[in-house]
């Protein structure tokens, strides 16, 4: 069973840049769609930006042009890079995995099955 764990997460000022991290346990996370969803107080949860077992990616509107997905598979680990930051990024930010085999599948959440314990990422103007 796949369990991740994210890090990377806190406070930042609008307009700077942090990168969060998800370690997967297990040795099939190459075979996994992984993705990056946040919620903030008082909404729902939403997708961030999610990449394919073969590379797919996808960005939520909102963040393309300043966050970066990326994966190693090699460490287990599925990156988000995000810079130019914004007080509307704050949010408690999860990553999930799941067996995906269609790309236009990844930005459901409940296409996933493994989901981290989130970190709080809080951007001040």
């Known amino acids: 069973q796949v369990q991740l764990v994210e890090s990377g997460g806190g406070l930042e000022q609008a307009g700077g840049s942090l990168r969060l991290s998800c370690v997967a346990s297990g040795r099939t996370f190459s075979s996994l769609a992984m993705g990056w969803f946040r919620q903030a107080p008082g909404k729902e949860r939403e997708v961030v930006a999610a990449i394919s077992r073969s590379g797919g990616i996808y960005y939520a509107d909102s963040v393309k042009g300043r966050f970066t997905i990326s994966r190693d598979n090699d460490k287990n680990t599925g990156y988000l890079q995000m810079k130019s930051l914004k007080p509307e990024d704050t949010a408690v930010y999860y990553c999930?995995?799941?067996?995906?085999?269609?790309?236009?599948?990844?930005?459901?959440?409940?296409?996933?099955?493994?989901w981290g314990q989130g970190t709080q990422v809080t951007v001040s103007s």
């Open positions: 999930a995995a799941g067996v995906i085999l269609r790309d236009v599948e990844m930005t459901n959440s409940r296409a996933y099955d493994r």
